[in-house]
Structure formats: C-alpha cells, structure tokens
C-alpha cells in the first residue's frame, strides 16, 4: 500500500505570496492532519480533516487553511507569506481519527524570503 | 494543553550499546507513538503504544498509561539509528497529536 505523499516536496517563495500544499492520504483513510515543524517552535499542530470537515485546529493565524476533497486529498493554503512561515509541513493520514495511529509524509520545505 | 517531555535531549552512544529514551505525558492520552525522523525530515513509525510493551527487532517499548510515561529502548545501536525520536500523544478527545521536543541520538562507530 503507498504512503503518504506530499506535493512539491521544496519550495521557495517570496514574503507576501500564498502557498498551497498537497497530501494524498494511504488509500482508505479518511482523517488527515497536518503540523508545522520549525527548530524554534518544534513540531505543531495545524488542523485535521475527516469526510471534509474540518474537525480542529490549532493556534494558528487564520493565513492559514486547509480543505478536504471526496478522495480525502488534502490541501493546505498560506496566505500573506511571512518570514517565520518558513518550516517543515508534514502532513499525515489515518483511517479513522480518535483511535488509530497516524502515518506521516515526507513534508514539504518550505522557505520564505 | 498536554505537556510532553522528553530525556535526555541528547545521546551520544559508541556502536553496539543499548540506551534508553524516556516520554512523560501530563494528561491521559488514547495514542502515544514514537517516532524516528531521518535526514530528510520524514516521521518514521516506531510504535503505537498507549499502553503496555511492544518489541520490534533492536527496539522496544513500553507505556504505563497510569503513571504517565513511556520508554523507548535501543539495544545494540547501530550508525543507522541516529537520528532525532519523538514521542507524541493524543489527549482523549483531542484529535491532534502534541510532540515531544526530541531526543537527538548520535551514534558513533
């Protein structure tokens, strides 16, 4: 079974710009999360999906957003780019929330300049 | 919210000695997992353990829910195993996992 992917895998934008970041979930599950990882903050939590609602959120600014398809593909959107947006995002899948474990993605790098 | 603290920090191994990395949890979890990152910066799943032990090879694990911790050990480190490990649980009723601040793990041959 594949894992997790994630789309671009870098990228590179200017202060300002907005982003939007993919995830393919393991075939069959439905719930995805995504966290944000940066050497000052460690790793955080964004907001989670499951059957395209939005389930909970983190603390974060409202630049940042996310969506769930039918397929339960996964984006995520930053608005206004900043400099301290610069990170890691993970994104990862389970079948179900509350119970199972999670399985992560390779995550994007994302550097903002 | 949960706290999630791990030691040590840091852990500088010589190839072939065992080590022992420890999580405490403030709150009762439903999951608690332990994690290795590679170089690239992909999550690899060790365990899913809200409680009691698992082994898997060189690793095992251990949570005792009750007393809020859970132990990851190592035996025989390899270079292989170097690396940062997280723990990271979920609060009943949370959906979303709280990460530990890591445990750096250098092993030299």
């Known amino acids: 079974k594949a894992g997790v992917t994630q789309t671009p895998r870098y990228l590179i934008k200017t202060r300002g710009q907005q982003v939007t970041l993919s995830c393919s979930p393991i075939s069959g599950h439905r719930s995805v999360s995504w966290y944000q990882q940066t050497p000052g903050q460690g790793l955080q939590f964004l907001f989670e999906?499951?059957?395209?609602?939005?389930?909970n959120k983190g603390n974060f600014p409202g630049r940042f957003s996310g969506r769930q398809f039918s397929n339960s593909r996964s984006e995520m959107n930053v608005s206004t780019l900043e400099l301290g947006d610069s990170a890691l995002y993970l994104c990862?899948?389970?079948?179900?929330?509350?119970?199972?474990?999670?399985?992560f993605g390779p995550g994007t790098r994302l550097t903002v300049t | 919210g949960i706290q999630v603290e791990q030691s040590p920090p840091d852990l500088i191994l010589q190839e072939g000695a065992n080590s022992t990395l420890r999580c405490n949890f403030s709150?009762?979890?439903?999951?608690l997992q332990w994690f290795h990152q590679n170089p690239w910066g992909q999550l690899i799943n060790l365990f899913y353990?809200?409680?009691g032990t698992k082994q898997n090879g060189r690793l095992s694990a251990t949570t005792v829910a009750t007393e809020r911790y859970s132990l990851l050990y190592i035996s025989s480190s390899q270079t292989t195993d170097s690396g940062v490990y997280f723990c990271?649980?979920?609060?009943?009723?949370?959906?979303?996992?709280?990460f530990g601040s890591g445990t750096r793990l250098q092993v030299q041959p």
């Open positions: 999906y499951f059957s395209e609602t939005q389930r």
């Open positions: 709150d009762s979890v439903n999951n």
């Open positions: 353990i809200p409680s």
């Open positions: 990862a899948s389970r079948f179900r929330a509350g119970t199972y474990e999670q399985y």
């Open positions: 990271a649980v979920e609060r009943t009723g949370r959906r979303a996992l709280t």
